[in-house]
């Protein structure tokens, strides 16, 4: 895997922006490059620090961070910007340079039936795009990239949480293609109604979604189930800026109304041993990424539940609703 971080737009950027001292966010896979961004940035003459917080979508920009640490400019690698803040950040997308010929070869019997595809990309292929599109209309295929919508920075451009773009082409289209990894198409998978087809770039693979689809909504009826039989809730909030998916304090409402005991508790990031000691909590609901609920079902030993899923819970939505619309 060969990225590249376009030194020359963050030197280019910096000269005009002129920080003093900047801190730096890397998305996770990235962090050991490090030493050789931050030799970059010093040759300028600016103090540069380093966030060791995790960092998985660009709904975690470092803000908070920054501001307690009085630097000039927040410099996040890795993702697109996600949601509009107020503070000043450099967003450096970073490009993963492959030969992707192979794989679009080998993705053809996968689409042999489909005609018109929905094509999408996690953001390290945004520069490959066109010429994935130019493949597959060379193999008489009509291609439709998905819309900008939402909290998606492009045309085409495909985040964990945010599949409108998406959904906006289905009717336009018999299948979709993601150009990434698991976690893009899996969510795909979850929130269309559509074959989703991964063109899986780090294993040199290409498969459909459709197995996954099935066990993991099993998965999501057995939590709803549980937090019907819960009597103690937790209703979990996250701070960082980009995660807000729900109201608190319409759930604890709600969950008082059907003779429930919920709490609300925040924290930087949900993980299983910082939920461990509340171990009177029978179910957790969590407000924070989607996908946390969802892919990391087998890590808890508690349900946690997303706030749509909250609602099936509830009797406030159906199951059917939330499967018309996407569970993500
Ligand atoms: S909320 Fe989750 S899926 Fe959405 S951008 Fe953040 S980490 Fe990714």
């Known amino acids: 895997m060969t990225l590249d971080f376009e030194k020359e737009k963050l030197i280019s950027e910096l000269q005009t922006r002129k920080p003093k001292k900047v801190l730096v966010q890397l998305a996770e896979g990235i962090k050991r490059d490090a030493s050789e961004i931050a030799e970059w940035i010093e040759s300028l003459g600016i103090e540069c620090i380093f966030s060791g917080e995790s960092c998985w979508g660009a709904c975690s920009v470092a803000v908070q961070e920054a ?31 492959l030969d992707l010929n192979p794989l679009l070869n080998k993705s ?36 439709t990239l998905s819309k900008k919508a939402g909290t998606n ?16 082409i289905q009717e336009q289209v018999e299948a979709f293609v993601i150009i990434g990894n698991q976690f893009h198409s899996m969510g795909a998978t979850l929130a269309l109604r559509k074959p989703v087809i991964l063109l ?35 209703i979990i909030v996250e701070i960082k800026p980009g995660q807000k998916f729900g109201n608190p304090k319409y759930l604890v409402d709600k969950l008082k109304e059907q ?39 087998a890590k808890y030993h508690k349900p946690i539940l997303t ?19 996407g569970i993500v």
């Open 108 to 143: 053809l019997p996968h689409l042999k039936d489909y005609e018109k595809i929905g094509l999408s990309y996690s953001i390290q292929h945004r520069h490959d795009i066109q010429n994935i599109k130019s493949f597959y209309e060379e193999q008489g295929k009509k291609v």
């Open 67 to 97: 501001q307690a640490l009085g630097v000039d400019l927040l410099i996040h690698f890795g993702h697109a910007q996600f949601i509009e803040v107020d503070f000043p950040i450099l967003y450096m997308e970073v490009q993963d340079i």
């Open 200 to 234: 899986d770039v780090y294993n040199d693979d290409v498969r459909s979604m459709e197995g996954l689809r099935e066990k993991i909504l099993k998965q999501r009826a057995i939590s709803i189930q549980k937090l019907r039989d819960a009597k103690n809730v937790g």
């Open 153 to 168: 920075a492009y045309e085409g451009h495909i985040t964990g949480c945010e599949y409108r773009g998406l959904k906006a």
């Open 259 to 297: 003779g429930k005991n919920p709490v609300v508790i925040t924290m930087s990031e949900l993980t299983p041993d910082k939920i461990m000691n509340f171990y009177n909590i029978d179910a957790f609901i969590e407000l924070a990424c989607p996908r946390i609920a969802i892919d990391d079902f």
């Open 307 to 325: 706030f749509k899923e909250a609602l099936v819970a509830l009797g406030i939505k159906s199951w059917n609703d939330i499967l018309k619309t």
